[in-house]
């Protein structure tokens, strides 16, 4: 068990009959009233997200999480085969349960899987990935780098924004949690 105050970003507990990982959390003093813990919550087994409120002091089961490195190989039909480097061992992942991380991952491409007593969550992708642009219109001369944004449809089929001197063929850093630009590769 633990206490609500010790939460951090990144934790993962057991609650309401699910497993849910912390992506934000801040602790509330009112001036009248106890205090409390407003919470942001992602539920590791649909991915959806909801915003919860404890009590100060409540507990809540820590959930054991274990994550293995593994590589992504390729995608047969809606299946997608990941493989353990070290033993060589694959298993396979329906594209609905990884529907979000789809628009990052590469072919063999290093992922943590999310385990929980042995049944498989889902896919952590590393924070940022070098993905390469497809199709952009191009720039015209006397765009500047803070002059806005236009889409970018990068190799994996993600639509990006991005500043207006980026072309078809640059590799870009794109960060895996929000979607978004964050420079030259």
């Known amino acids: ?84 480097n070290e033993t060589y061992e694959q298993i396979e992942l329906p594209a609905t349960q990884i529907e979000y991380e789809l628009k990052f991952l590469q072919e063999n491409m290093i992922v943590h899987i999310i385990m929980y007593n042995g049944e498989t969550l889902g896919v952590e992708l590393p924070n940022t990935v070098e993905l390469e642009v497809v199709e952009t ?3 015209i001369k006397g765009d500047t780098a803070s002059g806005g944004s236009k889409p970018a449809k990068m190799e994996t089929g993600l639509i990006v924004q991005v500043p207006f001197f980026v072309n078809a063929g640059d590799k870009l850093v794109i960060n895996t949690s929000e979607g978004s630009y964050v420079s030259r590769a």
């Open 1 to 84: 068990m633990i206490s609500v105050n010790e939460f951090r970003t990144g934790l993962t507990i057991e609650t309401d009959g699910g497993i849910w990982r912390v992506i934000d959390f801040q602790h509330v003093k009112p001036g009248k009233g106890a205090a409390f813990v407003r919470s942001k919550l992602r539920n590791l087994r649909t991915g959806a997200i909801q915003e919860k409120t404890f009590r100060a002091g409540e507990k809540v089961e820590r959930a054991q999480i274990d994550n293995k490195t593994m590589q992504y190989l390729y995608a047969n039909a809606n299946m997608h085969v990941f493989m353990d």
């Open 137 to 139: 219109d191009p720039g």
